[in-house]
């Protein structure tokens, strides 16, 4: 299968001829600056220049909430970005917010650990949650319960089902991404 001149991704029906070859959609986006040039007559080494080129604004400021998930994750559509707030109390480490494309997001799962304690001699069963995103080059967590507590309580299920949420909200942008 052919394969995509900037990120080597194998191509699908939809691709986008240049002097060498063919790239993908997620990277003919970029490399024709948001579909306002043609790349027809340009080299590879000319769609890598222009990949290369920083971006005029900071992803701080072209960042539009356009969704969210409490305080956990900002969804950006019309910029195809996600925005981890990295909340405090939502991860192990003191960490600024972080922007991230929808294209490096590989995979996105929740974890939950569970352990048993005796409480006043009955058997608890307790848990802990978190989101693991798996991005191109790191791994990012989410923790909605850092510490254990227990399985059956409200704020456990309250928890697990946000986390739920933002599983399935996260992997659906991968759907919407050809790259
Ligand atoms: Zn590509």
Not at 14 to 25: L, T
Not at 80 to 99: D, G, S
Request: charged share 25%; hydrophobic share 35%; glycine share 2%.
């Amino acid at each position: 299968m052919k394969e995509c001149l900037i990120c080597s991704a194998p191509l699908k029906l939809i691709k986008f001829k240049c002097a060498d070859g063919h790239v993908c959609k997620g990277c003919y986006e970029k490399v024709s600056l948001n579909f306002t040039q043609t790349i027809k007559n340009k080299t590879q080494a000319e769609l890598l220049e222009i990949i290369a080129a920083p971006e005029e604004e900071a992803p701080a400021e072209t960042f539009e909430i356009t969704r969210k998930i409490n305080q956990f994750i900002f969804f950006d559509d019309k910029h195809q970005k996600i925005c981890l707030p990295n909340h405090k109390k939502y991860t192990k480490e003191a960490l600024k917010p972080e922007v991230y494309p929808f294209s490096v997001i590989l995979s996105c799962q929740l974890v939950e650990e569970q352990t048993e304690q005796v409480v006043k001699k009955k058997k608890q069963q307790l848990g802990s949650i978190k989101v693991v995103l798996t991005l191109q080059e790191e791994t990012r967590e989410i923790w909605l319960i850092p510490n254990f507590i227990n399985r059956d309580s409200m704020a456990y299920k309250t928890m697990r089902s946000l986390a739920n949420n933002i599983v399935a909200e996260v992997n659906q942008l991968k759907e919407g991404v050809a790259c």
